[in-house]
């Protein structure tokens, strides 16, 4: 089963407000990395929090992590229209070099 | 760097036909990563490679699936037979380094099976 999942599965907000995504997770993490996906395109990694990180920074994103809680919550401050994707958490387990992905959050923007 | 670099972009076949899928990594990462995605079961990890070799391969959905990865610039995903269900986009994403920062990841290719 997937390490992480996203909560909400879609959000809909109007442009300039703030959106706030969780996920959470099962098991014990090297760290945490959030990515955004285009409709059609890859996926484009954000940021990551190392699991000894509370909270991060990068530009209109900000990230926490509560490892007691195992969840991590993404928010994009000042929304545009730009930002409407699907985001999606992803963990790298303690002893492992692949990346396991949740099930995403689907952004909408509206104008 | 042009980044990682799938190909082909889109892909339709019948049902029983062989299908390769082809990506090229960034130069001087040393994983490579198949991923498939589709609505109903999200991003599935496949297999990846370090240093070319296969390090876990228990995603591979069964034996029709293989990868393969010759050299360190050159990776392919190989479905033989394939069947309609094998209908979704495949992902390469590769990364420097053990615990990896972060993924890049190709554009994918669609790929339709009738």
């Known amino acids: 089963s997937q390490q992480g999942e996203e909560d909400p599965q879609a959000l809909s907000i109007q442009e300039g407000e703030n959106a706030t995504m969780n996920c959470s997770y099962k098991t014990s993490i090297n760290n945490l990395q959030w990515y955004r996906q285009n409709s059609g395109r890859g996926l484009v990694h954000l940021i990551l929090?190392?699991?000894?990180?509370r909270e991060k920074h990068s530009g209109r994103l900000r990230v926490t992590l509560d490892t007691s809680k195992k969840s991590s919550s993404l928010l994009i401050t000042a929304s545009r229209a730009a930002d409407t994707a699907s985001y999606f958490c992803a963990t790298v387990g303690s002893s492992a070099s692949k990346i396991i992905f949740g099930s995403g959050t689907r952004l909408s923007i509206r104008p | 760097d042009a980044g990682v670099i799938q190909s082909p972009r889109h892909e339709v076949t019948e049902m029983g036909q062989e299908v390769t899928l082809r990506c090229k990594p960034i130069?001087?990462?040393?994983?490579l990563f198949w991923y498939r995605q589709t609505m109903m079961r999200g991003l599935e990890l496949l297999i990846y490679?370090?240093?070319?070799?296969?390090?876990?391969d228990s995603g591979m959905p069964e034996d029709r699936f293989s990868a393969k990865m010759p050299n360190a610039s050159f990776s392919t995903l190989k479905i033989q037979p394939s069947e309609p269900r094998d209908s979704a986009v495949y992902f390469c994403?590769?990364?420097?380094?053990?615990?990896?920062?972060?993924?890049?990841f190709g554009s994918g290719t669609r790929l339709t099976v009738v």
């Open positions: 490679f370090n240093n070319n070799v296969p390090i876990d």
């Open positions: 130069s001087g990462h040393d994983y």
């Open positions: 994403a590769s990364s420097f380094a053990d615990r990896p920062r972060g993924y890049t």
């Open positions: 929090i190392r699991s000894n990180e």
